[in-house]
Structure formats: C-alpha cells, structure tokens
C-alpha cells in the first residue's frame, strides 16, 4: 500500500518558472513532511520540512503549502534554475525521529 | 562536521556471496536508517537503529538481511547469499532526533 503518492513523475519547465510537485498521503498519524533533492549517483538532501502546525513555509525560493484537511502538501520552486535539474522526494512520519514513507518522486528539467 | 559516511560506494558481488556495508553517522547523531532504492524508484525504509539496538526493523527482507550499530564503530547492514534482485543503491541516514541527514549511498550490484 503506497501511503505517499507524490505526482507528476517528470515535469520540464523554463528557466525562471515556477515547479509545482504534489503530494498526497493517507495516514493521519503522519505529522512530520520534508522535502529532499537527489542528484544522480548521490544521496538525497534535505531540502525543507513542514509540520501539521503550519500551512506554509517559505525557504529561500522553495515554499512548501500544506493542506491539514485534505491530506496534501506541495513544494513550489520558484525561479527555476538550470541547476535545480534533479528529482525530488516528498515524505512523511508519524513521528519525531521516526521512519520516513517516500513518495515516487518527480524528476525535474529546468530548460535554459 | 563531516557529513554522514558509507563506505564502499560500489560493490560488486557474484550470487551466493555476502555483502557488508557501512555507514558512520554524522557526529553528535545517535539514530541510524537503513532505506534501499530500487532503479527508477524511491526510497524503502528497511530498518531503524541506535547504539546496540534495533529500534524498528518493519522493513527488513524476513531472510538473508541484518543490520547492527555497535557502541563503538559504524553500523553494518549485512546482506548474505546475494541475489540479483539485491541489486539496488544502499543509502544510510543518520538523525539528533528529527531530521534525517542522507550519505551518498553504496551501490551494490550482484553479478
């Protein structure tokens, strides 16, 4: 049973749009949400993370927006940049310091 | 601070050989995730430890796999009798508590 769906799977954009990737999850117990970058042949990096508490925050150009009722959070990248070409992993836990549930990840082309 | 560690970062194993991998947390970190990364997929959490005990091992193929995190040295995940389908990115994540801090993976593949 896949517990973070994460959509879409790839997504092109311009130099200096905007990349906007989805996340839904299913278990409410859920109260922990980052956001990590991968680059090919290295280990994810934490990017951002949210709690339940808050519905947005901000970090340089990444924002992450999430939605308590409906069980969705998103990470906008705003700007695109060339150097932002990488694949991006959403994730949960239930609690502090406990597993993380990945979603699929989105792999991201930023057009010069 | 150095970043978290993994070591080998590519190994090479014939089928029916055992493999060993490492990872030393970052300083000051006392929690150790073990996640495993199929090609083209993302990450599965295979087992969660602190010094000298499994804490959440829910992910842990039942046979062949086993993982440890002695009171003094790295955390040894151990896979015996390699298969094919182990092929895969082994990545390590050490934590203080909340964030989880990712090393750059070994990358085992079964001949």
């Known amino acids: 049973q896949q517990q973070v769906k994460q959509s879409p799977q790839s997504l092109i954009v311009q130099k200096g749009g905007i990349s906007i990737i989805n996340c839904a999850y299913e278990n409410t117990a859920f109260d922990y949400f980052p956001w990590y970058q991968q680059f090919p042949g290295k280990g994810p990096a934490l990017l951002i993370a949210?709690?339940?508490?808050?519905s947005e925050k901000k970090e340089g150009r990444f924002t992450i927006s999430f939605n308590k009722s409906a069980k969705q959070f998103s990470l906008h990248i705003m700007d695109s940049q060339p150097g932002d070409s990488a694949t991006y992993f959403c994730a949960a836990s239930k609690t502090a310091g406990n597993k993380l549930t990945f979603g699929g990840g989105t792999r991201v082309l930023v057009k010069p | 601070n150095a970043g978290v560690m993994q070591n080998p970062r590519h190994l090479v194993r014939r089928r029916g050989q055992e493999a060993r991998l490492r990872c030393s947390p970052m300083k000051g970190h006392s929690h150790v995730y073990w996640y495993r990364q199929l090609p083209e997929e993302g990450l599965k959490f295979m087992v969660y430890l602190q010094k000298e005990n499994i804490i959440d091992e829910s992910g842990m193929p039942k046979e062949r796999f086993s993982a440890e995190f002695p009171k003094e040295g790295p955390s040894i995940l151990r896979i015996q009798q390699v298969v094919r389908g182990d092929s895969a990115a082994y990545f390590c994540a050490s934590s203080p508590g909340l964030e989880q801090y990712f090393g750059p993976g070994t990358r085992l593949t079964v001949t």
């Open positions: 949210i709690r339940p508490d808050v």
